[in-house]
């Protein structure tokens, strides 16, 4: 669980976010929604710790990350995986060396182990037999995959994604969807998911923050969306002109 | 008149001023940064093979140009030197003794380590820039990595292993090249450039030579990664980072050259 208290955050005069109070749940895919400027990234960078917040504490259950000293940072960071935006896989490594980098950098397994971990991976995330291709041989949605099997390599409790969709086909973001919410629930991790992707919010939305203008808009499930009367979330949700037919049509 | 003067005097002084804050803000950030780099977080394994992978791009790498370019520093200061000393009663095996002093004091080791602030130092920085830029960086980051140290240290110790050896190896072949070049001038003998060679050497300038590969090594590289690991923007602040980076290496080198001869010789 990682809770989000009061969280203020500004660059110079701008001040992004205002006050946020979030519970991301364990075992549950929490996401983070909202329009473009609307201090989503900003948030998330908070939560994983690249940006210190003017304000307020982020909670890793019972600690507090906001306090912690270089060495305890170092072992909450164990603990989380992230998947970014760009995949920010190292160029220069195979697909195997990108899923292995945590393994040779933090652990004492032999070869072998690590190689059977790698491996392990890449089946659950349907890449099997891919280890010698470089991140620019692959397709967008298999570096995706890649880095969501970098992202779990070292068991992670907490899992981020920086809009795991983006550049992406809706078949294909399905499928990264479907696999993060599989993992979630196989590992019982907490995942926090930045996105504004629609079909993402209807599918694997179990606890949605809706940002709005740096503020808390709304908070709900995917269940809840369509019945609730918020007005930022139905101006979020049916943004566009199809959808709004298709809610006119629904409601005739 | 006198206004637009005082006007003018203000604006003046507040850049100056700007300058030396931002001066100082950089130094402070840069000697502050260190305690990151050397301290180290995660297997030895990785280091060391971080640290075989830059030996190679430094050394191995910069070896063709390292030797061009004191083939002709050698043979270049041999005919100059042959030229100012022609037709007076300075001894010609004069020109051996202070091609060898020359190169190995000074050329050898300013040269290589400017050529390399510009090969080196503008890939350190390219490199680490764009593990900024694509985000690398704070992957790394949030794995737990100290990138300071794990993107900073191996190039610091396979540049201050491999650059003292490329800085002995251009002294040599710079040597040579002065020899090459007396013999196809053919203005004096090639036994007097040999006889010039082995007069009045000093084995103090051999460890003048590596002092100032050390610290220029030193230089070149964290500056260098400097310019990388804290650029922000786009391709175009790469680029202007890249830039800074070799000019700075290439002023500090030069500053330091000036200080180690003051301290080490004066």
Known sequence: MIRAENIFKSFGDTEVLKGIDFLFEESKTNLIIGKSGAGKTVLLKILVGLFEPTEGHIWYDDVDFCTLDKKQLQEIRMKVGMLFQGNALFDSMTVEENIRFPLDMFTKMTFKEKQMRVDSCLEKVSLEGSNVKFPSEISGGMQKRVGIARAIVLNPKYLFCDEPNSGLDPKTSITIDELISDITKEFKITTVINTHDMNSVMEIGENICLLDKGKLAWQGNKNEVMDSDNETLHNFIFASPFLQRLKKRAQQ | ?266
């Not at chain 2, 502050?32 to 430094?58: A, C, L, P, V």
């Not at chain 2, 590969?213 to 030193?218: E, G, I, L, M, R």
């Open chain 2, 1 to 266: 008149m006198a206004n637009e003067n005082t006007l003018f005097l203000a604006s003046e002084l507040q850049n100056n001023s700007n300058m030396i804050s931002r001066f100082l803000y950089h130094f402070g950030k840069y000697v502050m940064w260190h305690r990151q780099i050397y301290k180290k977080q995660g297997n030895f394994s990785m280091y060391y093979k971080e640290t075989i992978r830059q030996m190679y791009d430094i050394g191995i790498g910069s070896l063709p140009i390292v030797m061009i370019i004191s083939v002709f520093i050698g043979a270049v200061t041999a005919v100059q030197i042959s030229y100012q000393l022609s037709g007076s009663f300075i001894p010609d095996y004069y020109i051996g003794y202070l091609v060898r002093d020359m190169v190995l004091i000074e050329l050898a080791v300013t040269f290589t380590c400017l050529v390399l602030a510009g090969k080196a130092g503008s890939k350190i920085a390219a490199e680490i820039g764009g593990m900024r830029q694509k985000e690398h960086i704070d992957a790394m980051e949030i794995m737990g990595v100290n990138t300071s140290s794990y993107l900073v240290l191996p190039k610091i110790i396979a540049a201050v292993f491999c650059i003292p050896i490329l800085v002995f190896i251009s002294g040599f072949i710079g040597i040579v090249g002065g020899y090459v070049a007396t013999l196809l001038a053919g203005t004096f003998s090639a036994n007097e450039y040999v006889k010039g060679l082995r007069a009045f050497f000093m084995p103090f300038n051999i460890v003048l030579l590596f002092v100032k590969a050390v610290v220029f090594s030193y230089i070149l590289t964290t500056v260098s990664a400097y310019q990388g690991y804290f650029v922000k923007g786009g391709s175009i602040e790469l680029g202007q980072a890249s830039t800074r980076a070799v000019v700075y290496s290439d002023i500090l080198i030069l500053i330091a050259d000036y200080v180690i001869a003051v301290v080490l010789t004066v």
